[in-house]
């Protein structure tokens, strides 16, 4: 079973549109959530942090949901800059090292 | 700063062979470590180390040694190339404690026939 798991996708969504990408985890003990972006062809860069309480940046909002073991990513205003795929991540100590990597959601925004 | 940089970007190996992909970071990270990325696995983590002369085994560390000699470098070695090593090879590094800040490097995209 592994540890993330994320609809691959692809999300084709127009310009303006609002989506949101779903991931589930399977370990419990899990302490650590982010979510990454990968643009085609190049290295992850990390987008934002996911908190208990939820955490917003801009467009973008995350939420964490321990008793369902589910992480969100929420996209408003969709730019076409935003075109990429979007990593969910999860470390099962915080501050360590061993990162769990899930394949990742392709969104592609439309003109 | 350069950040973290990997050479080569591209190789290709014939079965058996064996290399060394490098990487460097500028910025005095105390961790580092090296990923791969195969389509439908996501990445997944090889080896790592904690500081100069510390290093250990990831998910899946067969077929890869590494070595930790000074701070800025964390190269991996192939010691006999096989197929099923065929992959995109991404090195990170980040502060001691800050995991949500790790910086990847552009990747080395590796062909092994």
């Known amino acids: 079973r592994k540890e993330v798991e994320q609809d691959p996708g692809p999300f084709n969504v127009p310009e303006g549109a609002t989506v949101a ?12 959530f982010f979510w990454y972006r990968q643009d085609c062809r190049k290295e992850p860069k990390l987008l934002m942090s996911v908190y208990s309480s939820g955490n917003e940046d801009g467009r973008f909002t995350a939420q964490l949901n321990r008793a369902s073991q589910y992480i969100s990513l929420l996209i408003r205003d969709s730019k076409l800059s935003d075109s990429a795929t979007y990593l969910c991540v999860v470390s099962l100590q915080t501050g360590a090292n061993n990162l ?9 925004v439309i003109p | 700063n350069a950040g973290v940089t990997q050479t080569p970007k591209f190789q290709v190996l014939k079965t058996g062979q064996s ?43 067969n077929g890869y040694n590494v070595s930790r000699s000074t701070t800025e470098d964390f190269p991996l070695r192939l010691l006999s190339a096989a197929p099923s090593q065929t992959s995109v090879y991404f090195c990170a590094s980040n502060h001691r404690g800050h995991t949500d800040t790790q910086y990847f490097g ?7 026939l």
């Not at chain 2, 552009?106 to 062909?111: A, D, F, K, V």
């Open chain 1, 21 to 32: 990408f779903n991931c589930t985890y399977s370990n419990s003990a899990s302490q650590s």
């Open chain 1, 100 to 108: 769990f990597f899930g394949t990742g959601t392709r969104l592609t």
């Open chain 2, 19 to 61: 290399m060394t992909l490098q990487c460097a970071q500028d910025m005095n990270h105390e961790y580092m470590s090296w990923y791969r990325q195969d389509p439908g696995m996501g990445l997944r983590l090889i080896h790592y180390s904690v500081g100069a002369g510390i290093t250990d085994q990831g998910e899946v560390p």
């Open chain 2, 106 to 112: 552009p990747g080395t995209r590796l062909t092994v």
